[in-house]
């Protein structure tokens, strides 16, 4: 089943930084997307506008957890996009040193995703690698996590940074079910230092990931960190991608 793709515009940051966000956004339409996830920093009213007019809809954003001197904004951005769901991008790897820091993390989560809900949000975290990592007592900190997390505390699973992290990200995705709606989507060499490469042209098993989340993954968004060659070219071969094998569609 071909499931809709969205690419997060972290991805184009510098481009953006460079061209202005509406031409960068016109050139992702171009591409063929229609779904865009957002991300803090960004002129969100600005953004929001040259979608509307663009036709591009914007699924997701990847905000400052809704606590503290933070909630307001990120409760105000949600709004001008009209989102349904936001994202907690990153916790620091120090944060998963060990399973009481770990439980710390899940408190927070927790805490965020009742300020969510209570505001008509879902509410994500996104990994990186060090989530997927073994502690030094031998337990994943993964395993820990969603140990301790609410059910309110969906997962957006980064299937690459999974697989730098030491483990399968078909298993993971599977086990996961219907707790990870979204899957980003990049590959590469899956090793934390090297550039990541368009979908298709590195070492991950897309196709058994994209398999592996069949009747509970809503969207793939692609998304790359860093790419050795140039990022429009990566985000649109991604796409180009997907389509083909028949895992993913745009507009």
């Not at 809709?4 to 460079?18: F, G, K, M, T, W």
Request: proline fraction near 4%.
């Amino acid at each position: 089943m071909s499931l809709p793709v969205a690419v997060q515009l972290y991805s184009l940051r510098e481009q953006i930084n460079e061209q202005g966000a509406e031409a960068v956004l016109k050139r992702v339409a171009d591409m063929g997307y229609g779904l865009v996830e957002s991300f803090g920093g960004l002129d969100a009213p600005a953004v929001a506008r040259a979608c509307a007019d663009l036709g591009l809809e914007v699924v997701a954003a990847h905000l400052a957890s809704p606590l503290g001197d933070n909630q307001a904004t990120t409760l105000e951005t949600a709004a001008v996009y009209g989102l349904k769901r936001i994202i907690e991008p990153y916790r620091p790897p120090e944060a998963f040193k060990t399973a009481d820091d770990i439980k710390r993390v899940a408190d927070f989560l927790n805490e965020a995703a009742k300020v969510a809900g209570a505001n008509g949000l879902d509410y994500f975290y996104h990994n990186h690698w060090w989530e997927y990592a073994t502690l030094d007592d031998g337990q994943k900190a993964n395993e820990v996590l969603l140990a301790h997390i609410s059910p309110e505390v969906k997962l957006e699973i980064d299937v690459y940074w999974v697989q730098v992290g030491g483990q399968d990200p078909v298993g993971v995705v599977q086990a996961a079910g219907a707790r990870a709606p979204l899957l980003h989507i990049k590959d590469g060499p899956a090793n934390r230092e090297d550039p990541m490469t368009a979908a298709g042209d590195g070492v991950l098993d897309i196709a058994g990931i994209v398999a592996a989340g069949a009747g509970h993954t809503q969207y793939l968004i692609v998304e790359l960190d860093r790419s050795a060659t140039d990022m429009f070219e990566c985000v649109e071969k991604s796409l180009n991608y997907l389509k083909e094998k028949g895992l993913g569609h745009g507009r």
